[in-house]
């Protein structure tokens, strides 16, 4: 009898603890032999271990654990072998499953993040954001020259051109968020982002968030940072 109540309870514990993961994150890195794969999250500032996983032969990973809501979480790579460098990958997550595949060459670059309407939406202004970056690169380089010549018109059109590209970059990434203020992804952009914009479009895009959103954790992070800054200002 008493074994039967002990198989009982642990029947029990494992159906609660089962119940209690309710995000699954699974894939596979192409050309992995060897190496670690961490499930991550910042807390306080600080990377932290979710989970871990050992490959030693299988390209395939899974990982599963309970979220209170949508976040941000890591993708880890920490690889045996002479390249010196590790790999990261970020992705939102939110309750459900999702599917990372990526490849051994390039863990980052070649990400493909399926499943989730945030990581969607955050993959679409990547896309975007990239092209701003690479534009920028080009007026650095042209406004590196220009300096160099010393040719003073070229420099002040090449200031000029980055100040433009800084504010569409900025308009852009304001529009994206309140397009998709319904989505946790939206505090978090202008957190990562723009988070040194005018504090008056802050505020703005800020009070168009639902309150769903507003009680988010970016949603927190944001309210906390508008609030620090109009503190900051008005001494």
Request: proline letters at 2%; one cysteine or more.
């Amino acid at each position: 009898m008493r074994r039967f109540f002990a198989l009982l309870l642990l029947t029990c514990i494992t159906i609660a603890c089962s119940e209690s993961k309710n995000f699954t994150v699974s894939g596979s890195v192409k050309g992995l032999k060897k190496g670690t794969l961490y499930l991550q999250r910042i807390q306080d500032t600080v990377l932290t271990n979710l989970d871990s996983l050992e490959v030693d032969g299988d390209p395939e990973f899974e990982f599963s654990l309970n979220l209170e809501e949508t976040e941000v979480l890591y993708l880890h790579l920490d690889k045996v072998d002479a390249s010196g460098y590790d790999d990261r990958i970020m992705f939102f997550a939110e309750p459900g499953e999702m599917n990372i595949t990526t490849s051994l060459k390039n863990f980052e670059g070649f990400a493909a993040v399926i499943g989730a309407e945030n990581q969607m939406r955050w993959t679409e202004f990547q896309k975007m954001n990239q092209k701003f970056n690479n534009k920028n690169l080009d007026l650095i380089k042209g406004s590196y020259e220009a300096q160099i010549s010393g040719v003073q018109d070229d420099i002040l059109k090449y200031d000029d051109s980055l100040q433009s590209l800084l504010k569409s970059k900025y308009r852009y990434t304001g529009q994206f968020a309140s397009t998709n203020a319904d989505l946790e992804m939206a505090p978090f952009l202008i957190l990562s982002q723009i988070p040194d914009a005018n504090i008056t479009y802050l505020d703005t895009l800020y009070n168009r968030f639902p309150n769903k959103i507003k009680r988010s954790k970016y949603g927190k992070q944001l309210k906390k940072l508008i609030e620090e800054r109009k503190s900051t200002e008005q001494e």
